[in-house]
């Protein structure tokens, strides 16, 4: 079965700083992986998807992520965080068109 | 467009009892899921379904129902509430393929 592995359960950051959230996924032959944020209180909204094509994925809010398939990794970047970005990140799997498997979330906790 | 709506909000129930959980969206989307999420084991799938009157089990379905007698609504039922259904429920759907789900704001949901 496919899986998702955040090795980082949060991530403190100070405002103007980079930074990578790190994503790893379990091999398959067809991989299509997502990010989404949960700000508080809120559900999830979809930042950026892989399906095929590029390696890197531009989503929104600048954010960007980077398809590795020997590494078998999609980790998150921002170049320049700031105070709003605070939330919760999932990645993604989707091995069928019917499920989507998530990890077990990075709290990202931006500092002024 | 309302999108993914979900009622109620906020619900305690005690050990023993039932209720459900509502969901509707009106994308005209043939796939919704329901998940929970835990501290530190980000969305786990609960029950999903492809379209009216088609439903499966995920990947937590003990103690839950479902059914989707319309396309617009898909309706979770706890049978006999349990403290380890404390969770916080969330309804997703999606128009098929590897197109994004839109995600409800979710039930905080706390059983005595």
């Known amino acids: 079965a496919q899986s998702v592995t955040q090795l980082d359960s949060q991530v403190p950051v100070f405002e103007e700083a980079p930074v990578e959230l790190r994503c790893n996924y379990s091999?398959?032959?067809?991989?299509?992986l997502f990010w989404y944020v949960q700000y508080p209180n809120q559900g999830l909204q979809l930042l950026l998807k892989?399906?095929?094509?590029?390696?890197l994925v531009k989503g929104i809010n600048g954010f960007e992520a980077e398809f590795n398939k020997s590494q078998t990794s999609f980790h998150l970047r921002k170049p320049s965080v700031h105070i709003s970005d605070t939330a919760e990140y999932f990645c993604?799997?989707?091995?069928?068109?019917?499920?989507?498997?998530f990890g077990t979330g990075t709290r990202l906790q931006v500092f002024p | 467009n309302a999108g993914v709506t979900q009622t109620p909000k906020f619900q305690v129930l005690k050990t023993g009892q039932s209720m459900t959980l509502q969901c509707a969206q009106d994308?005209?989307?043939?796939?919704m899921s329901w998940y929970r999420q835990d501290p530190g084991m980000g969305l786990r799938l609960i029950h999903y379904?492809?379209?009216?009157?088609?439903?499966d089990q995920g990947e937590v379905p003990n103690g839950y129902n479902v059914s989707r007698s319309t396309t617009e609504d898909f309706p979770l039922r706890l049978l006999s509430a349990a403290p380890s259904q404390t969770s916080v429920y969330f309804c997703?759907?999606?128009?098929?393929?590897?197109?994004?789900?839109?995600f409800g704001p979710g039930t905080r949901l706390t059983v005595l």
């Open positions: 379904s492809v379209g009216a009157g088609i439903t």
């Open positions: 993604a799997v989707r091995p069928d068109t019917d499920k989507l498997i």
């Open positions: 997703a759907s999606t128009s098929g393929g590897y197109n994004e789900q839109f």
């Open positions: 091999s398959s032959v067809s991989v299509y």
């Open positions: 994308m005209n989307h043939e796939y």
């Open positions: 892989y399906l095929s094509g590029s390696t």
